[in-house]
């Protein structure tokens, strides 16, 4: 019988295959990658098409596209640890710098429940690329065309302060009551925030409290639910 961390390793195993696979007929708007949850600061150990969003092999997991549900079903997976089975998120929209996608997530758990691997797909369906090809052809004669540029991948303090910024502007800058901190903390968890390390410190920082402030608003949004966050 084989141990949790076995389970895990040929999990991993088949799942890089199965990746490897479905990239040699994937096209070039589809983004496959597969995310080692323990290590959520480095997460990406394989990816297909990472031009898509600008990852790689270790980038965070927090370089997602904004409303992954991917986040909200992790944190599931991590409070409900009773079977094994695959919890699978199929065909969400997400969006990515004003781009809209496609997405698909499935996270799996080993033998005694927990979550340790998740596989997503991203399908950029805007097609921005080819419509800005299409107006090309009614630039005046002689026009230097615009060349086709793609953001480089952000660092990790960058995608947190882009996180929670997003955050204080939908919930309200300023004097925040309690009220529209816990919004604010909502969409940082939403945003997978509280999954890295680090995460509950600079959202303490941004809204003006304690991080055991954050832990109790965070029991507040999940019930009686433990808070799955990192220290």
């Known amino acids: ?19 490897q696979a479905l990239a040699s007929v994937a096209p070039s708007n589809v983004e496959i990658l597969l995310h080692d949850l323990e290590q959520p600061e480095r997460s990406v ?10 990852r790689q092999v270790g980038s965070p997991i927090i370089a997602a596209p904004e409303q992954d549900q991917g986040f909200k079903a992790l944190l599931q997976a991590a409070r409900d640890q009773h079977g094994n089975t695959p919890l699978v998120l199929p065909d969400y929209p997400t969006a990515l710098k004003g781009r809209s996608l496609r997405s698909a997530t499935a996270i799996f758990r ?8 998740s596989l997503c797909v991203n ?13 090309q052809h ?34 309200g800058q300023g004097r925040m009551n309690k009220q529209a901190k816990v919004e604010a903390v909502r969409m940082m968890q ?21 991080r055991y402030t954050i832990y109790n608003y965070l029991e507040q949004l999940r019930g009686e639910h433990a808070p799955a966050v990192r220290d």
């Open 1 to 19: 019988m084989m141990t949790p961390a076995e389970e895990r390793q040929l999990t991993f195993a088949v799942l890089k295959a199965a990746l």
């Open 123 to 135: 399908t950029d369906i805007t097609g921005l690329d080819a419509a800005f090809a299409f107006l």
């Open 190 to 210: 939403d945003r997978g925030l509280f999954i890295v390390k680090g995460g509950v410190e600079k959202a303490a920082e941004a809204l003006g409290v304690t």
């Open 45 to 54: 150990v394989a990816i297909a098409n990472g031009q898509v969003s600008g």
């Open 138 to 171: 009614f630039q005046a004669l002689g026009a230097n065309p615009t060349p086709l540029t793609h953001d480089a991948p952000a660092d990790m303090p960058v995608l947190m302060a882009e996180i929670i910024q997003a955050a204080l502007q939908r919930s």
């Open 110 to 117: 080993d033998s005694t429940g927990q979550p340790f691997a």
